[in-house]
């Protein structure tokens, strides 16, 4: 397919953004390219990442296994990123979280569950072993009774 042609041709952030802007429908794009309120955080990373160039020739002559490991928030982690919260997951994948969630235990990755997701606590945590490295993005609600209830769901997730 065209997008698969255009995905292996990407060689920075922008051209990453044009292959998904081209798959994914125009609200869910539009909700991802985004960002809260004044978009500061926003133009800081386009900022930061329009300096960044993918070659993918640059580790050429390093023989796999790569050691990757490091070290997140205390918890040995095999590669050194993960991925961030976002809520409404099932908006882009039909798996939603929990495809995340299976993705960051096999590659033995930080998991960091929003507080809105399609995708019940419960399920995240038969997903992810008691000790794998995990976070939980909390919004602070005004209605204390719903946030005291997250925040036990999470507790009994692991989280």
């Known amino acids: 397919r065209g997008s698969n042609k255009r995905l292996k041709k990407a060689v920075n952030i922008s051209d990453l953004r044009a292959c998904a802007e081209s798959r994914v429908h125009s609200m869910c794009f539009g909700y991802l390219d985004s960002g809260g309120d004044d978009e500061v955080t926003l133009r800081r990373n386009h900022d930061a990442y329009s300096q960044l160039e ?21 918890q ?64 602070v609600w005004k209605d204390r009774e719903l946030l005291r209830d997250v925040l036990s769901q999470a507790r009994e997730g692991n989280f």
């Open 54 to 74: 993918m070659h993918f020739q640059v580790l050429a002559g390093i023989q796999p296994p790569l050691d990757m490991s490091t070290t997140i928030f205390g």
């Open 76 to 139: 040995k982690v095999s590669i050194p990123f993960f991925a961030c919260p976002t809520a409404g997951n099932r908006m882009f994948h039909n798996e939603g979280e929990a495809a995340v969630a299976r993705a960051a235990a096999h590659h033995n990755s930080v998991y960091c569950l929003s507080s809105i997701s399609t995708t019940p606590i419960s399920e995240i945590s038969s997903i992810l072993p008691k000790e794998h490295p995990k976070l939980f993005q909390l919004y």
